[in-house]
C-alpha cells in the first residue's frame, strides 16, 4: 500500500459523515474519497428530510410512536418479497430500532435537528402516523464551514426558510400566515446580511452540518479522487486504488470500507439493462450517480438486488430547464383542486394525491399496456389562478416559450386541448365529466382521491370541502406533458443488518459495507414516507461504522 488509513468511506453523502463522525470518535483514521469537486452528493440538493420513526423529537411533543407500531407499519406497506433482500424483516426491524439511535447520536454530538409539525406518512395502513416522522436540519451557516463553503454542492432553495415555512409560501395572494412566514424569512435575509451569516435550509443545511461535523473532529476528505478498484487480499477487501493526478494509488483500510458513492440514475447504460425504457436524462439526481462502485461492489463478488426499483419523482421538462439539472417535480401540483392526470388516450388511471415514489411506478406499468409516457396534467383557469405550476408561482402569466414550444398547451374547450394533445376528444371530456361528477359527490369513486390523510395534507389546505378535489370547468383549459423521472434509486448491493455486503449465497463479503442508494433499499420499492432515503443512507452508515470498530469479520 502506498498509504494507510483505518477506514475508508466511498462518496460523501450525509451517511458518509454519520460514519466517519462514529469512527474518529473512536480515534480512528477516516478517509472520505469524492469522486467530484463538491461534497454532498444528491443530499445537498434535496429536501434533506430523514424518515426516523420513534425519534425523541416526536416523544417532546408528545406524539405516540414505538418500535411495535413502526415495524407494523413498514410490514404492511413494503412486506416481505424474495426478490428485494434489501427489505427484509430483519432489516426493517434493525432500522427500526437503530434510526432514533443515530439521531440521538448526532444531537449528542452538537448537530441540531427538527421535527416538521406536520407531515404525514404515505400510505393509510397500520401503524402509520399522520403527525409524521420526518426530521430536518435546522437552518445553517454555512459560512461556518469557512473554505469548505464553496466545496459544498448548493442546495436547492437559496433562502433562509425551513421546508414547512417554504410550502406556505404559493399561498401567499390568499394568505395571511403566508404572508407573514414570508416577513419572517425576510427579516433572516436582512438579519444574515448585516451579521455576515449565510443561512441554509433543507439538504444543503443537513450536508453543511455534517461536513462541519466530520471536519470538526479531523476527518480526511479528498476531493477530486475517484476510486477506481477494491483490493481484495485473503479473502477481505482491505482497501481501494484511486486515481490521482500522479497516477493509481493504493490506500489500505485496516477496518474496512464503506461504499456510498450513489446509485444509477444518470447511466444510461444500467438504466436499459434493469429499467428498460426510462431516460436519465429525466432523473433529478447529480450528474456523477453512474454507479460504478456498484458495479465495482458485484466485480468482487457483491450481490445485487432490486436494480429495477427507484425513488420516482412525476418530473416536468420545461423549456429552458437544462437535462442535467434538478426538475420541476409535478406530485404537489397534480394533487391541487382542479386538476387531474390523463395517458395519452385522455384517460384517469391513478390517485393523483398518492406519494411520488408510487405515482411514478404506476406511471411506468401503465405505460406498457397504454401509452403514458409523457402523461398529461390537465387542468383548468381556477387552477392557474391558484396554484404552483412547473416551479412558477400561482398566476396566469407563463413563459411565453412554455406556448410557443408546447410545453403549456391551452385550449379554449377540452375539444381543442384535446386536439392539441392528440387525445380522442370524446375521451378527454367523458374523464372530465366523470371526475366532475365526484367532486360534486364529494368522493372519488375511481381512486379514492382524498381519503388518505396524506392526501388531505398535499393539497389545498384554504379549499373546502376537499382540500385536493375541485372540478375543472372554468374555461381556458390547460395541459402539461410529463415523464417518470426520479430523486434516486433503490437497487444496488445487498446488505445485511449490519451494513456488510452480502455475496449472492448469502455469504459476507469481509471488510465491506454499503449505505445509501449504492445498496438495495430497506424500503423495497416504496417510500413510507418523506425522507425514505437519507434516513436509511445515514442509519446504514452509523451501523456500519459501530459495525466495523466491534467487529472486522
Known sequence: MDEQVDFIIVGSGAGSMAAALVLRDAGKRVLILEKSDLVGGTTATSGGVMWIPNNRFMREDGIPDGTDQAIAYLDAVVGDHDDRPGASAERRKAYVEQ???????????????????????????????????????TLFDIKQLGEWMDKLRPGFLPLPANLDEAMQLPLLKRSWAAKGVLLRILWRVIVDKFTGRKRATAGHALQGQMLNAALKAGADIRLNTPVRELIVEDDRVSGVVVATASGDRRIGAGLGVLINAGGVSRNQALLDKHMPGIQADWSSVQLNDTGEMIEEGARIGGALAQMADRLGMPSAMPPGVDVTAIKPGLQ?????????????????????????????????????????VPSWMVFDSQYLGKYMLAGSMPGPKKPPEWFDQKFL????????????????PATLNATVDRFNGFVRQGHD?????????????????????????????????????????????????????????????????????????????????????????????????????RHALKNTT
Not at 389546505?461 to 434509486?489: C, I, M, N, W
Open 445 to 545: 369513486d375511481d381512486f379514492q382521491r382524498g381519503d388518505a390523510p396524506y392526501d388531505q395534507w398535499v393539497g389545498d389546505p384554504l379549499h373546502d370541502p376537499s382540500k385536493t378535489l375541485g372540478s375543472l370547468e372554468q374555461r381556458p383549459f390547460f395541459a402539461v406533458p410529463f415523464y417518470p423521472g426520479d430523486v434516486g434509486t433503490f437497487g444496488g448491493l445487498v446488505t445485511d443488518a449490519s451494513a456488510r455486503v452480502l455475496r449472492g449465497d448469502g455469504s459476507v463479503i469481509n471488510g465491506l459495507y454499503a449505505t445509501g442508494t449504492s445498496t438495495a433499499s430497506v424500503m423495497g420499492a416504496v417510500e413510507p414516507g418523506p425522507g425514505g432515503s437519507i434516513g436509511p443512507s445515514m442509519t446504514w452508515g452509523y451501523v456500519a461504522a
Open 99 to 137: 434510526s432514533p439511535q443515530l439521531l440521538d447520536f448526532l444531537v449528542d454530538h452538537g448537530l441540531a435537528f427538527r421535527r416538521i409539525p406536520s407531515w404525514p406518512d404515505y400510505y393509510d395502513a397500520p401503524g402509520a402516523s399522520v403527525p409524521g416522522r420526518a426530521v430536518v436540519s
Open 332 to 372: 404537489n401540483d397534480m394533487c391541487k383542486p382542479h386538476a387531474i392526470v390523463v395517458d395519452q388516450t385522455g384517460t384517469r388511471y391513478a390517485r393523483e394525491s398518492c406519494s411520488h415514489v408510487e405515482f411514478t411506478r404506476l406511471m411506468v406499468e401503465r405505460d406498457r399496456d397504454v401509452p403514458a
Open 409 to 424: 398547451v391551452q385550449g379554449e374547450t377540452l375539444d381543442e386541448l384535446a386536439t392539441a394533445c392528440d387525445m380522442e
